[in-house]
């Protein structure tokens, strides 16, 4: 298979968003959504046809349902992510939580439940794209200032608000690996590897106590702002604890 990757372009083009999914009817309403915002889009019925388009046109996002026939939402990721760091936004109904935190754990990177507002799917269109446009290399002991929040990795020191919080080892490494995440639905197991190192990974309550335990320190109120559940799937770091509004 060709190289998917994205491909650097002129900064005044359009985003190229590739929409993925067996219903018709779902194609042309995002199609015509996405249009009206001024991107470029192209449509497939299902993952093996999404990767065909891929193979000639570099999409700057693709937006997948999870159940399809011949290659599933799941698979698709997957085969994408080999290839490329194109953001993931998948479309799912509210009883497939095993399988979209399936897509998660395949790379996706957020997803929509069914039925959506068009401006939720926008909003999270654009953050995706504002994410993946800023991204640089990743680098673990370079400290992060993003929100609410300076972190630093070499003296393990955490400011929030421009105040010190002093944390436990493990919720450090907790903040710090949900940190390098901003506004993206991270799920249990994915924290759960990068503060155990793959231990206790059968084990979610571990996590619940944990991310309890960094709450009741860096949040201001007893109602988290920063630190968002998503149920059944994982956790959503917030750094500036305001949620996105639609019209953002």
């Keep these: 298979m060709r190289d998917i990757s994205t491909q650097r372009r002129d900064v005044t083009e ?10 018709a009817q779902i194609i042309r309403v995002l199609s015509m959504a996405c249009t009206a915002q001024g991107y470029r889009v192209k449509s497939a ?32 990721c997957r085969a994408i992510r080999d290839q490329s760091n194109v953001p993931l936004l998948v479309l799912s109904v509210r009883n497939q939580e095993k399988i979209k935190v399936e897509a998660l754990d395949a790379g996706a990177d957020d997803y929509v439940t069914k039925p959506f507002q068009i401006d939720e799917l926008l909003a999270r269109i654009r953050a995706a794209l504002r994410r993946f446009k800023n991204a640089k290399k990743e680098d673990k002991t ?13 003296s393990r020191q955490v400011f929030v608000r421009g105040a ?11 903040l710090h690996a949900i940190s390098r995440y901003p506004d993206r639905v991270i799920t249990r197991r994915t924290l759960m590897v990068a503060v155990w190192g793959g231990y206790n990974v059968d084990q979610p ?31 959503r770091f917030v750094p500036d604890g305001v949620q996105p509004h639609p019209s953002l």
Excluded at 164 to 174: A, I, N, S, Y
């Design 14 to 23: 359009p985003a190229k968003i590739l929409i993925v999914d067996d219903e």
């Design 142 to 154: 370079a400290e992060v200032a993003i929100g609410d929040f300076r972190i630093d990795p070499g």
């Design 45 to 76: 019925s299902d993952g093996e046809s999404a990767l065909d388009v891929l193979k000639s046109w570099s999409a700057d996002l693709v937006i997948t349902d999870l159940s399809m026939p011949n290659m599933d939402g799941v698979e698709l």
């Design 205 to 235: 309550e571990s996590l619940r106590v944990l991310v309890g335990q960094l709450r009741r320190k860096i949040e201001p109120a007893d109602v988290p702002q920063y630190i968002l559940t998503e149920p059944w799937v994982g956790y």
């Design 164 to 174: 010190e919080v002093h944390l436990t080892p493990k919720e450090f490494d907790l």
